[in-house]
């Protein structure tokens, strides 16, 4: 190869004329990306069988799409090399995030001045009280209880659902959001969760002399509070969520006045037609509609267990629930055609805080879960249920994982799970190449760990261009297969 550094520093002096004439001069068989091994940890005969796919671009022009086969204690990498006359897009994957709700004791009341009566949540007394006394050009602040204000969490969030989108926020109103509004005083209605009696924010407020006015709010941290959050599953033709209801401190909220009580949550809706936009996006051509009065509780969660993650197996069929009880870690298998039980599963226990769960990847074929420090691998047993495969002792370093695994990153076979992820100088978070670490686990703990410096190379100043270095590609960057 008539080096890649050479390559890059050809197209950063002549610019896209010269991408041209440089392609076509590298353009050959002997084009190949190198990388070299550093072997942190463990026997590299570990790795025999594992393949890593790097896919790295040059301004979505120039593409080296590289097979790393880590074999007999030596990276061997074959590189398919492309160029494009034109800026290529890269593929983007439409995903709708479903029903998105927050409580909105921290923005509620702030809009005081302009918001009508039928959006009011009793807060906006506080600010119309601190404007009423506020000197001109002087910040002015109160300490309340939420509760002597209002009785209920009011609410605030949106829909994305495919061919709709529903915005219904605190600043949500008027006569063109009449969808919106319905949606917001539905849920509104639906979740009616007390405010913590003991639940108090801090409003300030400053009045300038040319009537504008600035407004804040902060909570505080020597009472108890609670954060509504949402996680959402959509289907075709219904969105399931559900959320947390425990505090800060770890008390639960009451849920009572739910109908149906605390659990996951189902809004049936029609979806609308939606076209792609050149470049991502998407643009609706024919809206969808929201089945309002479809909102139903569809399956009971136990109130006092905490709620961590809402998601939908593989096959489609299936939704998994993870909940924690105490420091005792559980999967629950539902069916979703019948909204049953299936499984409930202890993965694991703890002696952590509560900041214990850690990461979670759901691929096509098994589950992995990193809870405090431990890592565990799920099978599926073909009949909707799950068995515990591998799982090491609670003794890993975190710093070898990623904060969020891709699924495309992780392979598992013979009890052992390897994971790649793109290696970045933690310091200044410069992206000197497109390099990555490997990573295997097995029921011992770690077994290797490895860097793979490429010899695609890139010169960084503090005014780089993200479009004038080799970086690895948006969508799937690194793929990791076992043989």
């Known amino acids: 190869m008539r080096k890649a550094l050479g390559l890059i520093a050809a197209l950063l002096v002549f610019g896209a004329a010269a991408v041209g004439w440089c392609a076509q001069t590298v353009y050959a068989a002997h084009d190949q990306v190198r990388f070299i091994q550093t072997i942190l940890s463990g026997d590299p005969a570990v790795a025999?069988?594992?393949?890593?796919?790097?896919?790295?671009?040059?301004?979505?022009?120039?593409?080296w799409d590289s097979t790393t086969k880590l074999q007999d204690g030596a990276p061997q990498t074959q590189t398919e090399y492309h160029f494009f006359n034109t800026e290529q897009e890269q593929p983007y994957d439409q995903s709708y995030q479903g029903?998105?709700?927050?409580?909105?004791?921290?923005?509620?009341g702030s809009n005081f001045r302009d918001t009508p009566k039928y959006r009011q949540t009793g807060l906006e007394r506080v600010y119309q009280e601190l404007y009423d006394s506020a000197a001109t050009d002087k910040e002015i602040e109160k300490t309340i209880m939420v509760a002597d204000y209002c009785e209920y969490y009011p609410l605030e969030g949106f829909v994305s659902l495919e061919g709709i989108n529903h915005d219904f926020g605190i600043w949500t109103y008027g006569p063109s959001q009449n969808d919106s509004l319905a949606m917001w005083n539905k849920l509104q209605e639906f979740f009616r969760i007390p405010v913590l009696p003991t639940e108090r924010i801090t409003i300030s407020l400053t009045k300038n002399r040319d009537g504008s006015l600035a407004t804040g709010s902060s909570g505080n941290d020597e009472e108890d509070q609670f954060y509504l959050d949402t996680q959402s599953v959509v289907t075709p033709k219904t969105c399931y969520f559900t959320f947390n209801?425990?505090?800060?401190k770890g008390n639960t909220v009451d849920t009572s006045l739910i109908p149906g009580g605390y659990g996951i949550y189902a809004l049936d809706y029609t979806a609308g037609v939606v076209k792609a936009l050149k470049g991502g996006g998407t643009e609706v051509t024919e809206n969808g509609c929201l089945h309002l009065?479809?909102?139903?509780?569809?399956?009971?969660i136990d109130p006092t267990e905490e709620f961590l993650q809402l998601s939908q197996w593989e096959d489609d069929g299936t939704l998994l629930l993870y909940t924690r009880r105490k420091n005792d870690y559980f999967l629950?298998?539902?069916?979703?055609?019948?909204?049953?039980?299936?499984?409930?599963?202890?993965?694991?226990?703890?002696?952590?805080?509560?900041?214990a769960w850690y990461n979670?990847?759901?691929?096509?074929?098994?589950?992995?879960?990193?809870?405090?420090?431990?890592a565990t691998v799920l099978l599926p047993n073909g009949d909707g249920t799950f068995r515990i495969d591998m799982q090491t002792p609670n003794t890993l370093n975190l710093e070898y994982l990623p904060w969020r695994m891709d699924s495309k990153a992780v392979a598992y076979h013979n009890g052992k799970l390897a994971v790649a992820y793109e290696n970045i100088d933690q310091t200044t978070g410069f992206r000197y190449a497109p390099c990555f670490d490997a990573v295997i686990f097995d029921n011992t703990g770690l077994v290797f760990l490895?860097?793979?410096?490429?010899?695609l190379r890139n010169v960084l100043t503090d005014s780089y261009n993200s479009n004038e270095i080799v970086q690895l590609v948006n969508q799937n960057p690194i793929e990791v297969t076992w043989k």
């Open 450 to 455: 490895a860097q793979y410096q490429s010899s």
């Open 332 to 355: 629950t298998i539902i069916a979703m055609d019948t909204m049953q039980q299936i499984q409930r599963l202890r993965i694991q226990s703890t002696q952590a805080d509560d900041g």
């Open 360 to 374: 979670l990847l759901e691929s096509d074929d098994f589950i992995v879960t990193v809870i405090d420090q431990t």
């Open 99 to 108: 029903v998105e709700i927050y409580s909105a004791v921290q923005s509620s």
């Open 293 to 300: 009065d479809s909102l139903r509780m569809v399956f009971p």
């Open 245 to 248: 209801n425990h505090t800060l």
């Open 48 to 63: 025999d069988g594992l393949s890593v796919q790097t896919h790295a671009t040059y301004g979505n022009r120039l593409f």
